[in-house]
């Protein structure tokens, strides 16, 4: 059986699919078990290091250095706090979103959901190195948004069967505290640490299991209504006092902001997903672990990056990926999909619009030799 995942994107304001890291794709849909969890391509239930190829379409070599940088990212699976860099608008919670820079002067801003005069009209520079480790989380690992999306994109952690959100006493959109509307009535969908409900735990010893890992809403430890989803105001002073980090995963990208690495929840669901089809992290058969290569040819690859003009200019997404879940027959189990190609592709896809609308650019990760000893220095180039 094949669910669908095409134009699971990264918009610049509006948000075109509804998706949620801490959650899995599809988990929201009505036909979806909640529990519904997603596997790298290639992987049907058999342990150990799985190697993914992954290859750049010929014509894309702009992103060569930002696609090895991204493999790199995944590949470590190092997280980290302060991983969110740009100036003071940067980084915003995803419905603080606003103002597309498409006629200057004057600016059009104030597009609803969002409220107007957030970030600077001109100009709008977006991190490829960011938009490509969103897109894999999505197509290399089936993670979706870490924020609920539903009539608008808003920052509260992904539910299911809410029509709505309180943002508890500490007035922060995902952390803690919230409630839905109805409750009960309402589905956890966002995996959580049962420790401490902590998105921004920097702990890769730890096995990720049904013990440590939940949506169980019994086993939210004590203080806590809700998961809390790795957003800027949940990571703030107020609440978890994390630094400037937030998950790159967040469904709105953020113009003028760099996302330098991956936050704790990302890897824990990454770590999750490897515990394999019985959820149970440790000696079993079915426990694996992945491996990003970069393909020289895009026919021994299992994952395609392309660097491409959408068609018609789609002045609200920045980046895709095109994947269909395929279930993973394994032991009679209906939760568990890998990512497969999309009818008419060839393999799972990554794409980056490469004619973005004036105004707007794209920042390319550019790495010196030092990389490859450790050191973790680059510098950016901008291009429209």
Same mark, same amino acid.
């Given at each position: 059986?094949?669910?669908?995942?095409?134009?699971?994107?990264?918009?610049?304001?509006? $948000?075109?699919?509804?998706?949620?890291?801490?959650?899995?794709?599809?988990?929201?849909?009505?036909?979806?078990?909640?529990? !519904?969890?997603?596997?790298?391509?290639?992987?049907?239930?058999?342990?150990?290091?799985l190697t993914v190829g992954v290859c750049l379409e010929p014509g894309s070599a702009a992103l060569a250095s930002t696609l090895d940088w991204a493999l790199k990212t995944w590949n470590e699976r190092r997280p980290m706090k302060n991983n969110?860099?740009? /100036? &003071?608008?940067?980084?915003?919670?995803?419905?603080?979103?606003?103002?597309?820079?498409?006629?200057?002067?004057?600016?059009?801003?104030?597009?609803?959901?969002?409220?107007?005069?957030? +970030?600077p009209c001109l100009p709008w520079v977006f991190n490829a190195g960011s938009i490509l480790v969103h897109e894999l989380g999505h197509c290399a690992f089936g993670l979706g948004h870490n924020n609920w999306v539903a009539n608008g994109t808003t920052s509260f952690t992904t539910t299911k069967l809410a029509t709505?959100?309180?943002?508890?006493?500490?007035?922060? *959109?995902?952390? *803690? @505290? %919230?409630?839905?509307?109805?409750?009960?009535?309402?589905?956890?969908?966002?995996?959580?640490?049962?420790? @401490?409900?902590?998105?921004?735990?920097?702990?890769? &010893?730890?096995?990720?299991?049904?013990?440590?890992?939940?949506?169980?809403?019994?086993?939210?430890?004590?203080?806590?209504?809700?998961?809390?989803? =790795?957003?800027? *105001?949940?990571?703030?002073?107020?609440?978890?006092? =994390?630094?400037?980090?937030?998950?790159?995963?967040?469904?709105?990208?953020?113009?003028?902001?760099?996302?330098?690495?991956?936050?704790?929840?990302?890897?824990?669901? $990454?770590? #999750?997903? #490897?515990?394999?089809?019985?959820? %149970?992290?440790? %000696?079993?058969? %079915?426990? +694996?672990?992945?491996? #990003?290569?970069?393909? /020289?040819?895009?026919?021994?690859?299992? !994952?395609?990056?392309?660097?491409?003009?959408?068609?018609?200019?789609?002045?609200?997404?920045?980046?895709?990926?095109?994947?269909?879940?395929?279930?993973?027959? $394994?032991?009679?189990?209906?939760?568990?999909?890998?990512?497969?190609?999309?009818?008419? +592709?060839?393999?799972?896809?990554?794409?980056?619009?490469?004619?973005?609308?004036?105004?707007?650019?794209?920042? +390319?990760?550019?790495?010196?030799?030092?990389?490859?000893?450790?050191?973790?220095?680059?510098?950016?180039?901008?291009?429209?």
């Amino acid at each position: 059986m094949n669910v669908r995942v095409r134009a699971l994107g990264l918009a610049l304001a509006l $948000v075109a699919s509804q998706a949620q890291a801490g959650a899995f794709l599809f988990s929201t849909e009505s036909t979806q078990d909640p529990f !519904i969890i997603h596997h790298t391509p290639g992987y049907v239930g058999a342990g150990g290091l799985l190697t993914v190829g992954v290859c750049l379409e010929p014509g894309s070599a702009a992103l060569a250095s930002t696609l090895d940088w991204a493999l790199k990212t995944w590949n470590e699976r190092r997280p980290m706090k302060n991983n969110c860099e740009g /100036p &003071a608008e940067a980084c915003l919670m995803a419905d603080a979103a606003s103002c597309l820079p498409t006629n200057i002067p004057p600016c059009t801003c104030g597009q609803t959901p969002f409220p107007v005069d957030t +970030y600077p009209c001109l100009p709008w520079v977006f991190n490829a190195g960011s938009i490509l480790v969103h897109e894999l989380g999505h197509c290399a690992f089936g993670l979706g948004h870490n924020n609920w999306v539903a009539n608008g994109t808003t920052s509260f952690t992904t539910t299911k069967l809410a029509t709505s959100m309180n943002d508890g006493a500490d007035d922060i *959109k995902g952390s *803690k @505290d %919230d409630t839905p509307v109805p409750n009960p009535g309402s589905s956890i969908l966002h995996w959580f640490r049962t420790s @401490d409900n902590d998105p921004f735990v920097l702990d890769t &010893a730890t096995a990720m299991n049904n013990d440590t890992f939940s949506r169980n809403r019994f086993l939210l430890p004590s203080g806590s209504s809700w998961p809390a989803s =790795a957003n800027i *105001k949940v990571a703030g002073p107020l609440a978890l006092n =994390a630094g400037r980090t937030q998950a790159g995963m967040v469904s709105v990208a953020g113009p003028n902001t760099d996302y330098i690495g991956l936050v704790g929840d990302e890897v824990n669901s $990454v770590r #999750f997903g #490897f515990s394999g089809v019985d959820t %149970d992290a440790g %000696d079993t058969a %079915d426990d +694996y672990t992945i491996q #990003f290569v970069l393909e /020289p040819s895009c026919a021994t690859a299992a !994952i395609e990056v392309q660097f491409t003009d959408f068609q018609p200019p789609a002045s609200t997404v920045v980046g895709q990926c095109f994947a269909e879940l395929d279930l993973i027959p $394994v032991g009679g189990n209906t939760t568990h999909y890998q990512l497969v190609p999309e009818a008419g +592709y060839s393999r799972v896809t990554v794409k980056l619009d490469s004619s973005l609308p004036t105004d707007m650019f794209w920042r +390319y990760v550019v790495m010196n030799d030092g990389f490859e000893i450790g050191d973790a220095s680059w510098w950016s180039s901008i291009s429209p």
